[in-house]
């Protein structure tokens, strides 16, 4: 959750261009709101029957430690009409971009 942790910590900086971070992941409403308290500047979504992932297509099936469906990690970058701009979404599952490069994607794209 470093990554979490790193746009947490950017929150000031993406209150600036009106923007707001959404995570979503596969883990149950619990582990969802604990998530939140930890992070609260991000909106944390429980997607425990992976609808959104699926509708999103962001499904990585068998890709988790024990062979379980994870989500594949990818950024979305969304206007305020609800058009995708841009995505990123990288090769290995354990790529992820910093708070820094999706404020400069977010400056870019949006």
Do not use: C, Y
Request: aromatic fraction near 4%.
């Amino acid at each position: 959750m470093i990554e979490l942790g790193e746009l947490e910590g950017n929150h000031a900086e993406f209150e600036k261009r009106n923007v707001r971070v959404v995570v979503a992941s596969l883990e149950g409403p619990e582990v969802a709101r604990s998530t939140q308290e930890r992070f609260p500047h991000l909106v944390v979504v429980a997607d425990s029957d992976g609808k959104l992932i699926n509708a999103a297509g962001v499904l990585h099936a068998g890709a988790g430690q024990k062979q379980e469906d994870i989500a594949a990690p990818t950024t979305f970058f969304i206007d305020k009409q609800g058009t995708v701009r841009s995505l990123f979404r990288p090769k290995q599952v354990i790529t992820r971009l910093s708070a820094k490069e999706v404020l400069r994607a977010v400056d870019e794209k949006l």
